[in-house]
């Protein structure tokens, strides 16, 4: 059974970069896609991107130009950079696995607040 | 503005039948699958719907999915207090190179 864990800092300046990471286990992450879903307070499920295939991405054409995702094998990892971070980019962070049988399972999600 | 289009909130009683609708385009739910969560309050997320209508292990078939063209369906049938959530429908979309989700709807019993 697959288990996803979020971890990474709570509290973000603005302009700094966000880092998460999402530990996998019950699972390997050089298989299946593994996506990052965020969630503003009181608002909708945004997707922000996916990585596959030990390194292949697609992106929220809204976030590509900040965003980065890899993965790190030897840790069974992958984590999630947003650089240039603004107040809006307060939100639930989720790390979750996307296979053509949908987003399943899911993290706990990590609350990132951006503030000085 | 969600790509997909859901309508704010849903209501009804215990036992009754509620239908939540999602609208896209053609370059998403018109030749894609589409899937649904539902999220309870406080809590990640939960795979409710895949591939337009099919039920994970452990879903009860009170849920189903239904597609049409350019839009989407999931019903609830037998409606139970539980139920109370929020609903939201998901989609690759093939110009976006994304997935896409609606706007979310809360449901209320």
């Known amino acids: 059974q697959v288990h996803l864990q979020e971890s990474g800092p709570g509290l973000v300046k603005p302009s700094e970069t966000l880092s998460l990471t999402c530990s996998v286990s019950?699972?390997?992450?050089?298989?299946?896609?593994w996506s990052w879903v965020r969630q503003p307070a009181d608002k909708g499920l945004e997707w922000i991107g996916r990585?596959?295939?030990?390194?292949?991405?697609n992106y929220n054409p809204s976030l590509k130009s900040r965003v980065t995702l890899s993965v790190d094998t030897s840790k069974n990892q992958f984590s999630l950079k947003l650089n240039s971070v603004t107040a809006s980019d307060t939100a639930v962070y989720y790390c979750?696995?996307?296979?053509?049988?949908?987003?399943?399972?899911w993290g706990q999600g990590i609350l990132v607040t951006v503030s000085s | 503005q969600s790509v997909l289009t859901q309508p704010p909130s849903a209501s009804g009683t215990p036992g009754q039948r509620v239908t939540i609708s999602c609208s896209g385009s053609s370059s998403n739910i018109a030749n894609n699958y589409v899937y649904w969560y539902q999220q309870l309050p406080e809590t990640a997320p939960k795979l409710l719907i895949y591939r337009n209508d099919q039920r994970p292990s452990g879903v009860p078939d009170r849920f189903s999915g239904s597609k049409s063209g350019t839009s989407a369906s999931l019903a609830i049938s037998g409606l139970r207090s539980e139920d109370e959530a929020d609903y939201y429908c998901?989609?690759?979309?093939?110009?976006?190179?994304?997935?896409?989700f609606g706007s979310g709807t809360k449901v209320t019993v």
């Open positions: 998901a989609a690759w979309d093939v110009s976006l190179d994304g997935y896409v």
């Open positions: 979750t696995r996307g296979r053509f049988e949908g987003f399943d399972p």
């Open positions: 019950g699972g390997s992450v050089t298989t299946d896609y």
């Open positions: 990585v596959y295939n030990g390194g292949n991405t």
